[in-house]
Structure formats: structure tokens, C-alpha cells
């Protein structure tokens, strides 16, 4: 695992507040977008970081070993 459980959690709730803020700003700015497409980008998103986190770490031996 790369990474504990407790900091990728911390990453996901980091990663959902700057998609709702960066929504914000892009709104401010005359850019709309839609609440199901920030949703799916945060599901994207924190789908990336949960591969990313539960993959071995290159070079280690595997469980199973």
C-alpha cells in the first residue's frame, strides 16, 4: 500500500473540497458546469487515489508469497 488509510482520506475530503470551490471559481468566471459532472470527475477522482493507494508498491514481494 502506498499510503495509510487515514491520509487517503485526508486526500479524498481535500480532493472534494477543491472540486466544489473550483466549480465555484469557474462559475464566477462565467464558466458553468453541470453537478453531475463535477460529481462523475469526483468519482474519477477519488477512484484514481483508492487504485493508486491499495496497489503493491513496486518491487515489493506480493502477498501471497
Not at 491520509?7 to 473550483?22: F, M, T
Amino acid at each position: 500500500m502506498h499510503t495509510s488509510p487515514a491520509k487517503l482520506l485526508i486526500l479524498i475530503a481535500l480532493s472534494l473540497v477543491i472540486l466544489v470551490e473550483g466549480r465555484t471559481v469557474l462559475a464566477f468566471f462565467g464558466i458553468e458546469i453541470a453537478p453531475l459532472e463535477t460529481a462523475l470527475i469526483g468519482v474519477v477522482i477519488i477512484a484514481t487515489l483508492v487504485i493508486w493507494a491499495v496497489r503493491p508498491l513496486r518491487g515489493s514481494p506480493s502477498e501471497s508469497e
